[in-house]
């Protein structure tokens, strides 16, 4: 996938993909934010880092299947929160999504609900979702059967 940028809000926010050898710090950060880190470098995963300036601010990821994807491990350095650089990696990883021909974006949270209903995601029941999220390794086995689904329709 080519390099993404914002224009505007966070101005300069930019993401790379990881590569393989800076999966450990993908893994350290999520790991520190209580997040799944088992299938970091399986196929199928394009992770990204997030820049500004040349700074590194966080992390975030898609699980890409046909008209649908997975948005996750998204987390920010806790040094550079509450200043939306959340909300710009969820909309570069859904652009990301569209362009790749997604038409639906799928997450698993289990505390951040309230936070994802901002950004535009609704709840949605397990038992809606396409075959290829429920049988995800992410919501087969990493995510407790607690955690909330919930979905964005990306509009094309």
């Excluded at 992770?47 to 994807?69: K, S, W």
């Excluded at 650089?85 to 609900?113: H, M, P, S, W």
Aim: proline share 6%; glycine share 10%; with cysteine.
């Amino acid at each position: 996938m080519a390099e993404l940028r914002v224009r505007g809000g966070a101005a300069g926010l930019r993401g790379l993909p990881l590569r393989p050898e800076e999966i450990p710090q993908i893994a350290r950060a999520l790991q520190f934010a209580a997040l799944p880190t088992n299938d970091l470098g399986e196929p199928g995963l394009h992770l990204f880092a997030y820049e500004v300036g040349g700074q590194r601010i966080g992390f975030g990821g898609l699980e890409l299947y046909g008209p649908d994807a997975l948005v996750r491990s998204i987390v920010v350095d806790p040094v550079a929160r509450g200043r939306g650089f959340g909300r710009k990696i969820v909309d570069l990883l859904a652009a990301c999504a569209r362009e790749n021909g997604a038409r639906t974006a799928y997450l698993l949270t289990t505390d951040k609900q309230e936070y994802f209903k901002r950004l535009g995601f609704a709840t949605t029941h397990r038992d809606t979702a396409p075959t290829a999220i429920v049988s995800s390794r992410q919501m087969r086995d990493l995510c407790p059967a607690s955690a909330t689904l919930m979905r964005l329709e990306l509009n094309h």
